[in-house]
């Protein structure tokens, strides 16, 4: 039996199009926005989020327009992995093998923590072919 892969959507509006690309601005809220204790507990957030979006056809929108971006749910969650999930494995790997070695705690900590400095570095290295990886599309919003 084969898994769909369902679309994940966000509302979002065109901000700018250049050529065949437009930057899409989407406005990401925290469970806590929508909350009616978000003001005892102070935890609100909102986060503005930008994207770019290569169009098919650019004549079909406008700057300022609400569309819905699109991705596919795999993508969603391989960039759960990359971005969060291996960044832990690295840094919980580094810091048992560290202190199995016989290192110090607190030396096992701090080295652990700066491992995720180059992992970071890598990552933003390959932002290219990672964003290649990554592909969002448009719809106009319902």
Not at 37 to 59: F, I, Q, R, W, Y
Not at 61 to 84: P, R, W
């Amino acid at each position: 039996m084969s898994q769909v892969d369902t679309p994940i959507e966000h509302p979002g509006i065109i901000t700018k199009i250049e050529g065949n690309t437009a930057s899409i601005m989407i406005l990401s809220q925290s469970a806590c926005v929508s909350c009616q204790a978000k003001g005892a507990c102070n935890m609100s957030e909102m986060e503005e989020k930008n994207v770019d979006v290569t169009l098919s056809d650019p004549h079909l929108y406008k700057i300022g327009q609400q569309v819905n971006v699109i991705m596919k749910q795999s993508q969603g969650n391989l960039a759960v992995f990359l971005g969060y999930i291996l960044p832990f494995i690295v840094l919980l790997s580094t810091l048992i093998g560290l202190s199995a070695s016989g290192y110090s705690e607190g030396f096992s900590g701090l080295i652990s923590l700066g491992i995720l400095a180059p992992y970071y570095f890598v990552l933003y290295r390959f932002r290219n072919k990672l964003q290649a990886t990554f592909s969002f599309s448009l719809e106009p919003f319902k």
